[in-house]
């Protein structure tokens, strides 16, 4: 392989993975603005645990402290709606152990605790 083709190579697969990364920042930045301020919040709960083991979700979740940057930044989106936050605390639900959260076609959220 030439020097032109290596570099051309090398750039192409930094770019794709830099904007691949950015995409996913955008859109858990999306999802805590829509967390903190939606009406009438319709969610479910599941335990990281109980997602095959095989899905990739699981494995990325697995991976994530609920202290982590990204976790505190969910939960910080869900004390803001007092709303939900009272809703999952009806739930017995501990906002600290959040480390996920999934919106589904119709507007409903899936949290994901460990």
Same mark, same amino acid.
């Given at each position: 392989?030439?020097?032109?083709?290596?570099?051309?190579?090398?750039?192409?697969? =930094?770019?794709?993975?830099i !904007?691949?990364?950015s995409? !996913?920042?955008?859109?858990?930045?999306?999802?805590?603005?829509?967390?903190?301020?939606?009406?009438?919040?319709?969610?479910?709960?599941?335990?990281?645990d =109980?997602?095959?083991?095989?899905?990739?979700?699981?494995?990325?979740?697995?991976?994530?402290?609920?202290?982590?940057?990204?976790?505190?930044?969910?939960?910080?989106?869900?004390?803001?709606?007092?709303?939900? =936050?009272?809703?999952?605390k009806?739930?017995?639900?501990?906002?600290?152990?959040?480390?996920?959260?999934?919106?589904?076609?119709?507007?409903?959220?899936?949290?994901?605790?460990?």
């Open positions: 392989m030439n020097r032109f083709a290596k570099f051309t190579a090398a750039t192409i697969i =930094s770019v794709t993975s !904007a691949g990364a995409f !996913a920042a955008n859109a858990a930045q999306n999802l805590d603005a829509t967390i903190a301020h939606m009406k009438s919040p319709k969610f479910t709960v599941e335990t990281v =109980s997602l095959d083991r095989n899905n990739p979700d699981r494995v990325a979740l697995e991976a994530k402290s609920p202290t982590s940057a990204e976790a505190h930044a969910l939960q910080a989106s869900i004390i803001a709606n007092k709303e939900l =936050s009272g809703a999952l009806a739930q017995k639900v501990e906002i600290g152990n959040i480390v996920g959260a999934e919106e589904a076609a119709d507007g409903g959220l899936t949290f994901y605790v460990r």
